[in-house]
């Protein structure tokens, strides 16, 4: 008896293996990229204008990138974003001297 309802019991367990669950999920898969990518997109149809972007000289840009890649190739200088008390009383104020 015991054998008998195992034997039922796995082989409700293997059947349960083959069934579909997912096709609710897979219908609907990818559209949260899809719709965040819409929603990212200013102009759809910007790759079919043919007109170049006007409003900028050839040496207004040549400036422009030459400053851009300028600024990557040394880094920024560090500031010291925690100052806990420091100079408190070194203005003239706060320390009654």
Known sequence: MFIRS?????ACLFATGCSHVTPNYDARFGDAVRD???????NPNAGKNGD?????DGRSARESMN?????????????N??????????QGGGSGK
């Open 6 to 10: 195992t034997a039922i019991a796995l």
């Open 81 to 90: 974003v925690i100052n806990i008390g420091g100079g408190i009383g070194s």
């Open 36 to 42: 965040a990518r819409k929603k990212m997109t200013l």
């Open 52 to 56: 170049p972007v006007a409003g900028m």
């Open 67 to 79: 400053q851009y890649h300028e600024s990557y190739k040394s880094p920024p200088p560090a500031v």
